[in-house]
């Protein structure tokens, strides 16, 4: 699985839009690019996943740049409960999928 | 539609026993995945069932193994604990084998310690 680079940690003011990026140079053509987060004492939650284009759900935007060597996670307007740790993870390389954890960004969301 | 359910969700056990950790799939799914969380850590895969057969494993000893059954619910049971073994062991479950375009979805874990 190619690897992914993420700034320890980030701050962000209530109700402004957070961008969380990541750095994954080494990815391959069909290898997708996951986002999860963890809130203490919790299993990870699912964000949001792409290949190539931009995606956007109820959650979150992912953006994707042309060379699908980094994307940003975009929370529109950030509460207190989305303060946690988010992972952004490159699936692929193996048959069965797994995931590789790296160490994350910690998001704090301050009032 | 039903999350991923764990039990119990703490335990602890003492080195040397033997443990065994639930999982029940989201309704629909039928690969569960294992993974464990040590404490400051990312998770760690351990491995993955599909239709009842490991299709998949990470670096982890022979004494972690697993099962999967019929209703896509599965355990997971380490043999011979060692104080290393303390950690959130968290189950994912998701579509047909792992396939890249399926989300994992993550119960909430079972806390062990072992003392």
């Known amino acids: 699985d190619a690897k992914t680079t993420q700034p320890p940690s980030m701050d962000c003011a209530e109700g402004r839009a957070a961008n969380l990026p990541c750095n994954h140079s080494?990815?391959?053509?069909?290898?997708?690019v996951y986002w999860y987060r963890q809130i203490h004492s919790q299993g990870p939650q699912y964000i949001i996943h792409?290949?190539?284009n931009n995606e956007t759900n109820e959650m979150a935007s992912l953006i994707i740049t042309e060379d699908r060597k980094s994307s940003t996670l975009i929370l529109p307007h950030a509460t207190l409960r989305d303060t946690a740790v988010y992972y952004c993870?490159?699936?692929?390389?193996?048959?069965?999928?797994?995931?590789?954890f790296g160490q994350g960004t910690i998001l704090t969301v301050h009032p | 539609e039903t999350g991923v359910t764990q039990s119990p969700t703490h335990l602890i056990k003492t080195r040397g026993q033997q443990v065994t950790l639930r999982c029940s799939s989201q309704?629909?799914?039928?690969?569960v995945s294992w993974y464990q969380q040590a404490l400051g850590q990312g998770p760690q895969f351990i491995f993955q069932?599909?239709?009842?057969?490991?299709?998949g494993r990470g670096n982890f000893p022979p004494r972690f193994s697993g099962l999967q059954f019929p209703n896509y619910s599965s355990e997971l049971n380490v043999n011979a604990l060692e104080l290393d073994d303390s950690a959130l062991y968290l189950c994912?479950?998701?579509?047909?084998?792992?396939?890249?375009?399926?989300?994992?979805?993550f119960g909430n874990g079972t806390r062990l310690t072992v003392t």
């Open positions: 309704s629909g799914h039928n690969t």
């Open positions: 080494t990815i391959s053509g069909n290898e997708y």
């Open positions: 994912a479950s998701s579509l047909d084998g792992g396939r890249y375009n399926s989300p994992l979805h």
């Open positions: 993870i490159v699936r692929g390389g193996t048959s069965y999928g797994k995931l590789t």
């Open positions: 069932y599909y239709r009842e057969e490991e299709n």
């Open positions: 792409g290949l190539k």
